[in-house]
T-cell receptor
Framework: GEDVEQSLFLSVREGDSSVINCTYT??????LYWYKQEPGAGLQLLTY?????DMKQDQRLTVLLNKKDKHLSLRIADTQTGDSAIYFC??????????FGTGTRLLVSP | ETGVTQSPTHLIKTRGQQVTLRCSSQ?????VSWYQQALGQGPQFIFQ???????GRGNFPPRFSGLQFPNYSSELNVNALELDDSALYLC??????????????FGQGTRLTVV
């Protein structure tokens, strides 16, 4: 994950919106992904965006992509305590290799 | 549930030993990738298998090797285990080829501890 950067920690209150940010380096990446990881578990695919899109909305999730700045964000509306987890952004390079960021730990307090 | 299953879920090995981890891919998928996730880090790509052949490799030494079987299940073998090999090993399956490509779906992982 040395080429994909994320802030380490985010704390929000239940009901607020959460915004998790990510910067990547490979401008040729075709797809960018957001995965969720709960303690002791594998990775759950949340959503993804194709590189020719600026925005994608999927229920409470909104993904914004700024290709010029190589910046990706995930907004979670009406954040719930069940959203507490580590969130990874990842870019697809070449065949099907995923390069992950270091993850952002989201803590949602009641 | 992604349909990707890994075994075992936990494993403890001694430095210098060898280990085999197993992955059953989701039905209809033909590609399996393996990732190593050290504590507090993001997953790192080890290698990928497509149609029973290695289709790309990350920055891991040759003592990390793999296999893919005709039913698309896969094994990850690690020889001469080192303490730094302690990690969560994740398997991901996907469908690749032609115009129909899917995203990678991950299993729950195998937690390997080397002592």
């Amino acid at each position: 994950g040395e080429d994909v950067e994320q802030s380490l920690f985010l704390s929000v209150r239940e009901g607020d919106s959460s915004v998790i940010n990510c910067t990547y380096t490979d401008s040729s990446s075709t797809y960018l992904y957001w995965y969720k990881q709960e303690p002791g578990a594998g990775l759950q695919l949340l959503t993804y965006i194709f590189s020719n899109m600026d925005m994608k909305q999927d229920q409470r999730l909104t993904v914004l992509l700024n290709k010029k700045d190589k910046h990706l964000s995930l907004r979670i509306a009406d954040t719930q305590t069940g959203d507490s987890a580590i969130y990874f952004c990842a870019e697809k390079r070449g065949f099907q290799k995923l390069v992950f960021g270091t993850g952002t730990r989201l803590l949602v307090s009641p | 549930e992604t349909g990707v299953t890994q075994s075992p879920t936990h494993l403890i090995k001694t430095r210098g030993q060898q280990v085999t981890l197993r992955c059953s891919s989701q039905s209809g998928h033909n590609t399996v990738s393996w990732y190593q996730q050290a504590l507090g880090q993001g997953p790192q790509f080890i290698f990928q298998y497509y149609r029973e052949e290695e289709n790309g490799r990350g920055n891991f030494p040759p003592r990390f090797s793999g296999l893919q079987f005709p039913n698309y299940s896969s094994e990850l073998n690690v020889n001469a285990l080192e303490l730094d090999d302690s990690a969560l090993y994740l398997c991901a399956s996907s469908l690749w080829g032609g115009t129909l490509n899917t995203e990678a779906f991950f299993g729950q992982g195998t937690r390997l501890t080397v002592v």
